[in-house]
C-alpha cells in the first residue's frame, strides 16, 4: 500500500509504468481508485488537493520534480506512468524507430495532428490554452482537436511536461492551471531513443505485465502495449 507520494514513486520506478487513474481495464495501477474504501486507514485519497496524499496532484508532481517519470494520454486513450527505463521499449512498439516526419510520410497521420505536433514542435514547450490558439481551434474542430493531441500522445510523438497558469489581457492570472506540452525528444533527448526490435519490447512489456499482474488477458495486454 502506498501512503505519499515519495512511495508512489519508489512503486512506480519498481513497476516501471502503470494506468494513471484506476485500473479499470485489468492489467495495472500503482494506486488503485477504491483504496479508501476497501483499506480505511490508507491515507491517499482522490481529488483533496493535498500534494502528500492526493494521486491527482502526483500526476504534475513527477513532471515537476523528478526527471525519470513520464505522464500522458498514453494507455488505452488515457492517463498513464511509463518511466525512463521502459519509456525506450514503448518507443520501439508504437514508433518502431521512425521520426513524426517519416510516420507523416506514410500517411497515418492526419492533418490536425501535424498542425498541431508542428505548433509543439516550434515552441520547444506550450501550454493547452496556446497550442488551441495557434492552431486557430474553433468549437466546430474541437473534438478533432482533442482526438489528434491524445493520438499524438499515445504514439509517443508529444507528452505532458508541466503546468502553467493562465493570464487575462491585463496580466492577472485565472480558472485553472493549463498543461504544458512538449515532444518527447525535447522531453527525454535523442539518447532516450535505442535499436530495440519492436518484437523484443514487446516481449519484454509483456512478460513485466504478468509479473505486476499474473491475471491479465493476453487480449488486454495486446491493446495495452500497442
Not at 512506480?12 to 494506468?19: A, E, Q, V, Y
Not at 494506486?31 to 500526476?59: A, F, L, M
Not at 517519470?69 to 521499449?89: D, H, M, N
Not at 514547450?125 to 474542430?141: Q, V
Request: charged letters at 30%; a negative charge.
Amino acid at each position: 500500500m502506498v501512503n505519499s507520494f515519495k512511495e508512489f514513486c519508489e512503486e512506480l520506478i519498481k513497476s516501471g509504468f502503470s494506468m494513471g487513474g484506476g485500473n479499470a481495464k485489468g492489467i495495472y495501477a500503482v494506486v488503485p481508485y477504491d483504496w479508501k474504501t476497501t483499506i480505511p486507514s490508507c491515507p491517499v485519497v482522490w481529488h483533496t488537493g493535498d500534494p502528500e496524499t492526493d494521486p491527482w496532484e502526483w500526476r504534475m508532481r513527477v513532471l515537476e520534480e523528478r526527471k525519470d517519470i513520464a505522464y500522458g494520454k498514453v494507455f488505452f486513450g488515457s492517463s498513464g506512468y511509463i518511466t525512463k527505463e521502459w519509456y525506450p521499449y514503448f518507443l520501439a512498439v508504437r514508433r518502431q524507430g521512425m521520426t513524426f516526419e517519416e510516420w507523416y510520410e506514410t500517411g497515418t497521420i492526419s492533418y490536425m495532428e501535424k498542425l498541431v505536433y508542428d505548433v509543439i514542435a516550434e515552441n520547444k514547450k506550450i501550454a493547452l490554452h496556446d497550442i488551441k490558439r495557434d492552431c486557430g481551434i474553433t468549437k466546430e474542430t474541437s473534438s478533432q482537436f482533442d482526438k489528434a493531441l491524445t493520438s499524438l500522445q499515445k504514439n509517443l510523438f508529444v507528452t505532458m511536461c508541466g503546468r502553467m497558469p493562465k493570464f487575462n489581457k491585463n496580466g492577472e492570472p485565472y480558472g485553472w492551471n493549463s498543461t504544458v506540452f512538449c515532444t518527447v525528444e525535447e522531453f527525454w533527448g535523442e539518447e532516450m531513443f535505442m535499436e530495440i526490435s519492436k518484437e523484443e519490447a514487446y516481449q519484454r512489456i509483456h512478460d513485466q505485465i504478468l509479473k505486476l499482474n499474473p491475471d491479465a488477458e493476453e487480449k488486454v495486454i495486446k491493446k495495452f502495449i500497442l
